[in-house]
């Protein structure tokens, strides 16, 4: 099963410059869990105490995983799942 | 530096106007490496506040998908203040998340003039940098 996962700029430190990468899982959960074992520190960048990161936008195909089920959000093999820092400040 | 057409800055300076008295925000996309803005992009604000900004998550992920689409990258990140100069505040800089971006700050504190400044912001280290604008 292979979800295909875009990295952004900012965070293509942990993938060795590469802009995607692959990984497996049947929630989004499971999926972070999978690419940390091969890109560690990534999971950190996304998740904090359990949860994804505020300023941090995961994205299911073309869909917010906030208006899914978050980190339970469930995956499919030839899914892709997009991965953008937010844009905000004051 | 940042060089930029007179006729994006316009627009820049337009939208903050616009949006005043709520944060304006939006992109100046480019060919990718090219370091030249050439696509103005107002975002909508989705905090609507006059003192934050925060790009809509889901209209952030069709222009950059569309951006990359069309080999294009963010050249400039631009937004507004409303009753403070255009100077990035903490936690502008701290989440900045474009390290190839300048990030444009244009105030509208005052009705008659209004301040268009352009920074680098890198590891959390804020760096002004000198505007050409181009005729």
Same mark, same amino acid.
């Given at each position: 099963m292979a979800i295909e996962v875009r990295i952004p700029t900012i965070l293509r430190t942990y993938t060795g410059g590469a802009k995607q990468v692959e990984g497996t899982g049947s929630t989004l959960a499971e999926l972070l869990d999978d690419l940390e074992a091969r890109h560690a520190g990534l999971q950190a960048r996304l998740v904090d105490g359990g949860a994804l990161r505020r300023f941090v936008n995961v994205y299911l195909n073309d869909e917010d995983v906030r208006f899914l089920s978050g980190l339970d959000t469930p995956l499919k093999d030839g899914d892709t799942v997009t991965v953008l820092p937010a844009v905000a400040g004051g | 530096m940042l060089t930029i057409p007179r006729d994006l800055q316009d627009k820049i300076v337009a939208h903050a106007r616009k949006d005043h008295p709520d944060e304006a925000c939006g992109v100046l996309a480019g060919p990718a490496g090219s370091d030249r803005p050439e696509r103005f992009i107002p975002m909508e604000n $989705? #905090?609507? !506040?006059p003192t934050f900004y925060r790009f809509d998550s889901t209209e952030q992920f069709r222009v950059w998908r569309e951006m990359d689409d069309n080999d294009e990258e963010p050249i400039v990140i631009y937004h507004s203040h409303t009753a403070t100069e255009a100077y990035p505040s903490r936690t502008a800089i701290s989440y $900045? !998340? #474009?390290?190839n971006a300048h990030y444009v700050l244009v105030s509208t504190r005052d009705e008659d003039t209004t301040e268009f400044r352009s920074y680098r912001i890198l590891d959390g280290e804020v760096t002004e940098e000198p505007v050409t604008v181009q005729e």
């Open positions: - | $989705a #905090e609507r !506040s $900045a !998340s #474009e390290p």
